[in-house]
């Protein structure tokens, strides 16, 4: 019930395209919903995040939609660039709490 | 104001031995939470800690200890260091654990366990 399901594995897309990335959570417990952004080398960095009072958020290129009663949520990448490329992992928390990781996205922009 | 920093950033042990992390908060954060990442995974909580004591633990066996200091700088502590230890640790810290929940991670420290 802890798990936070990912899709896909891996991800190519050309630039000027939109990447998605999907995860599923089972525990209804969580509260608090991030993505990160992970270069080779360097800890993940906040993207977005999102609370389950609210089904979209979008912030510039990034947009997280929210299905609390499919318990989903994704990430949309709007113009991805080369820049993108790196690997992106969802999470979810209880109050802040045991952040929950998905095994991550390894996204590749071509140029 | 500087980010979370920690060290060293590459460790090489043997297989039994002891080692410790440490971890500086962002300025101003009380609450430290570490993380093992193991190669091509996402991290794994393994605890936080808050104003100097755990608050909440993952599923890691108690050879994995830690320390958070009045400064709120905190260590990490694995005692008989096995192979499956090998993995990028990741510090985060964050403004309390109950607040906007935005944790900020540290670069990590590679240890690799031979």
């Known amino acids: 019930q802890q798990q936070v399901k990912q899709s896909p594995q891996s991800l190519i897309v050309q630039k000027g395209g939109i990447s998605i990335i999907n995860c599923a959570y089972e525990n209804t417990a969580f509260d608090y919903f991030p993505w990160y952004q992970q270069f080779p080398g360097k800890g993940p960095a906040l993207l977005i995040a999102i609370r389950p009072d609210v089904s979209e958020k979008k912030e510039g290129r990034f947009t997280i939609s929210f299905n609390k009663s499919a318990k989903q949520f994704s990430l949309h990448i709007m113009d991805s660039q080369p820049g993108d490329s790196a690997t992106y992992f969802c999470?979810?928390?209880?109050?802040?709490?045991?952040?929950?990781f998905g095994p991550g996205t390894r996204l590749s922009v071509l140029p | 104001e500087t980010g979370v920093t920690q060290s060293p950033t590459h460790l090489i042990k043997t297989r039994g031995q002891q080692v410790t992390l440490r971890c500086s908060s962002q300025s101003g954060h009380n609450t430290v939470s570490w993380y093992q990442q193991a190669l091509g995974q996402g991290p794994q909580f393994i605890f936080q800690?808050?104003?100097?004591?755990?608050?909440g633990r993952g599923n890691f066996p108690p050879r994995f200890s830690g320390l958070q200091f009045p400064n709120y700088s905190s260590e990490l502590n694995v005692n008989a260091l096995e192979l499956d230890d090998s993995a990028l640790y990741l510090c985060?810290?964050?403004?309390?654990?109950?607040?906007?929940?935005?944790?900020?991670f540290g670069p990590g420290t590679r240890l690799t366990v031979l």
């Open positions: 985060a810290s964050s403004l309390n654990p109950a607040g906007n929940n935005e944790q900020f």
């Open positions: 800690y808050y104003r100097e004591e755990e608050n």
């Open positions: 999470a979810a928390s209880k109050s802040g709490q045991n952040f929950v």
